[in-house]
């Protein structure tokens, strides 16, 4: 098997998660809604209808600020009301929380315990998120896969027959997509067992959080948490989980099917951003003689 240099999958770690998101500016009901007179209620109010649930997974966008504003509110309704039983986040990795931390712990403090990669997941962006929680004396735990099982999870066959064949297609041609085509086709198969490798992961750690009477947020790219394709597969029927995925105006790729999520939310578009030429311009090979 063909390996990928640490530059090339740091680059597909940051680039390659889907961007789908959560937020509340507008609210387009499922398909097979009847229609209502009423607006629907505004964001985090909204969470009640999502309740109750064992695990509830917010899809986000990973650069649209908006969502990691709503994230970290509804991190604050839930925590109010005794309800928030953890944060998950994809954003750090598995093994790493703030369980130990006091509620008065710092940014610095929080960072050093969720070993925060700050070139991947800019704090400016989560650390509210992070703080909101630990402020409301509930424990964020890393999801991801650690970065050390990234190499032995692409060499894992065994992933391979996780989801049924179409969804696999799906999460291939997802991947031929998201990285605009520059993906070599030889790498497909195991950047698709990292993906589910990593969906595992952040599964597995909501399932350790979980709590009578309250629910664990899990905060990811709104790829991971689809229903058929991510996070939802990896556990038994009996968890009740609620998926809720925003996503961006105009956005390429639209979920319009009411079976992946139970709340599909509409954002104002972002500005312009030719991201292939980003992942272009990062994959470039450098110039003769020049380290990398």
């Known amino acids: ?7 090339l999958l740091r680059a597909w770690l940051v680039l390659g998660s889907a961007m789908v998101a959560l937020a509340g500016c507008a609210y387009a009901p499922a398909p097979g809604t009847p229609p209502s007179s009423q607006p629907p209620p505004l964001w985090p109010d909204r969470l009640q209808s999502l309740l109750p649930a064992d695990v509830l997974l917010l899809g986000e966008q990973h650069d649209a600020p908006d969502h990691q504003r709503l994230q970290r509110e509804a991190v604050a309704w839930l925590a109010a009301r005794g309800l928030l039983a953890a944060v998950v986040m994809e954003m750090a990795e598995r093994g790493h929380s703030t ?3 006091p509620r008065d712990a710092s940014e610095a403090q929080a960072r ?3 070993q925060w990669d700050n070139a991947a997941w800019p704090w400016q962006a989560y650390g509210p998120v992070v703080m909101a929680a630990v402020g409301a004396g509930v424990p964020v735990l890393g ?4 970065r050390v099982r990234m190499r032995a999870a692409m060499a894992d066959t065994s992933r391979d027959q996780h989801l049924p064949a179409p969804a696999l297609a799906q999460q291939y041609q997802a991947l031929r997509d998201g990285h605009c085509g520059l993906l070599p086709e030889s790498q497909i198969a195991p950047m698709a067992r990292i993906q589910i490798a990593r969906d595992a992961s952040m599964a597995q750690t909501a399932l350790e959080a979980l709590r009578p009477g309250q629910t664990v947020l899990l905060v990811a790219g709104g790829g991971h948490v ?7 597969t990896h556990w038994p029927a009996n968890v009740l989980s609620k998926v809720a995925l925003a996503q961006v105006e105009h956005a390429q790729g639209a979920i319009k099917s009411g079976a992946e999520a139970d709340a599909v939310i509409s954002t104002p ?9 980003e992942l272009r311009e990062q994959w470039r090979p450098a110039p003769l003689g020049q380290k990398v």
């Open 1 to 7: 098997m063909q390996r990928l240099s640490l530059p």
């Open 112 to 114: 050093a315990a969720l």
């Open 143 to 146: 999801g991801n896969l650690p």
């Open 226 to 232: 689809l229903r058929h394709l991510g996070i939802p």
């Open 99 to 101: 369980q130990d931390l």
């Open 269 to 277: 578009a972002l500005p312009p951003r030719d991201v292939c030429a």
